[in-house]
């Protein structure tokens, strides 16, 4: 079981650039997959990247390039470093874990822990 809270959300420019964090309690070592979802209004929550137990990573098509997935050493922490920023990034975004192995990586259904959520707005 983990608790996860986000912070570092906040407002910038197109171009711009945020580091969302994800601190992490618990047992994160009983995680196989940690990453991070988006939900915009009026849309469905999708996977932005994700990061499994052995550090490789996965990202959307459309942050591919310009978005970045980290963890400390200990899991302690997550991270998603997001640079060249664009309006249809803006979302609230959610640190999420899961267990299970098996299933496609961004399939928001099958994450049992979930932090609260940070806003992000990214303005033209």
């Known amino acids: 079981q983990v608790q996860l809270v986000e912070s570092g959300g906040g407002s910038v420019q197109a171009g711009g650039s945020l580091r969302l964090s994800c601190a992490v309690s618990?047992?994160?070592?009983?995680?196989?997959?940690m990453g991070w979802f988006r939900q915009a209004p009026g849309k469905l929550r999708e996977g932005v990247a994700v990061?499994?137990?052995?550090?490789?990573?996965n990202y959307a098509d459309s942050v591919k390039g310009r978005f970045t997935i980290s963890q400390d050493n200990a899991k302690m922490s997550l991270y998603l470093q997001m640079n060249r920023l664009r309006p249809e990034d803006t979302a609230i975004y959610y640190c999420?874990?899961?267990?299970?192995?098996?299933?496609?990586?961004?399939?928001?259904?099958?994450?049992?822990?979930w932090g609260q959520g940070t806003q992000v707005t990214v303005s033209s």
């Open positions: 618990g047992s994160p070592h009983s995680m196989y997959y």
């Open positions: 990061i499994d137990s052995d550090g490789y990573t």
């Open positions: 999420a874990a899961r267990k299970l192995r098996l299933g496609s990586w961004s399939d928001y259904g099958l994450y049992n822990y």
